[in-house]
């Protein structure tokens, strides 16, 4: 029941309309028996620090950031967990005794994902990052942090690749960072796990990012797209029999992480995994 002390949570997004948080985020807070509702918030980018002064003035505890507000909200904010800071984009706010934190589950929600679902670890593997934007700088970080030995970074802009590859540098020596320009995808013969970091994919159109001739035998192969659920790619990985995995465990995994944030409580994953396979699948 809604009353005069339910809790208010949401995403801001511009678009948002197609966003499944609400419906996820929702499902946990019933499961869990919270008296708090989680609502979705259409704001411009020109009204984005208005937004903000709305949400501290009406007491919103909790927030999720989407597309295209991931890296202004940043300056919006009390403080950054640090791995947000070195990403510098948040996905998810947390609102306590007034102030403002900002946090970044992305990465964790992707690295989650790969660990849940093809119990993969990142210590000392190899990975090829398609995409620098803001999903491959949360991944990059992620991965680095828990050992990976080698990340290789191509972008249709180089100089977003440039960028990325010198901040994983500096912040962690230990993991060598590599540009690939052009499409020398031979070079995935060197790598354990191939990531889809970019848009391509999304529609029927699109091109498959990268040829099936390269992908070796024991490479794992990721997109971040969950819809459509196979991708081009996917199925060309699948058709060599390589493990696979969808971006429907990084979106349910980021999404748990950032409940666990704002609730201190353990998510109840199987609620909100049902509810986005339920809407994936309809
Ligand atoms: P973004 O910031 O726009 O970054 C995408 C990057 O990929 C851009 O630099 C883009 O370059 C580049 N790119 C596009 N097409 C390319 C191609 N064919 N070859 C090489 N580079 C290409 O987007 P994002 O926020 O990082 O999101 C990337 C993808 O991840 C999207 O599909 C998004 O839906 C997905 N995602 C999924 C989840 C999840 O929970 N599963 C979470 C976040 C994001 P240009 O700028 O020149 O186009």
Known sequence: MIDSH????????YP???????????????????NARYLAFEVTPHNLSEAFLGIRALGICGLNITIPHKEAAVSCIDSLDPTAK???????V?????????????????????KEELRMVPIS????????????????????????????LYDALRPKAEKLALDLRHN????KVQIVSGLPFPLLEDF??????????????????????????????????????????????????????????????QGVISWEIW?????PIGVMKKVLTNIVSR
């Open 6 to 13: 339910t809790q208010i949570y949401g995403i801001i997004g």
């Open 125 to 152: 593997r190899r990975f090829f990052i398609l995409g620098a934007g803001g999903a491959a700088r949360a991944i990059g970080f992620n991965l680095a942090k828990e050992g990976a030995r080698k990340i290789a």
């Open 16 to 34: 948002v309309r197609h966003s499944f948080s609400p419906q996820m985020h929702n499902a946990a807070f019933k499961a869990a028996k919270l």
């Open 192 to 253: 354990d796990c191939l990531i889809n970091a970019t848009p391509c994919g999304m529609k029927n159109s699109d091109p498959l990012i990268v040829d099936p001739k390269f992908f070796h035998p024991g490479l794992v192969v990721c997109d971040l797209i969950y819809n459509p659920l196979r991708t081009k790619l996917l199925k060309a990985a699948q058709a060599k029999k390589l493990k696979t995995m969808n971006g429907l465990g990084m979106l349910l995994y």
């Open 172 to 175: 962690f020596p230990n993991c």
């Open 263 to 267: 609730t201190g409580k353990k998510a």
């Open 86 to 92: 070195l990403i510098g984009a948040v996905n998810t």
């Open 94 to 114: 947390h609102s306590k005794d007034g102030k403002l934190t900002g946090y970044n589950t992305d990465g964790r929600g992707f690295i989650r994902a790969l």
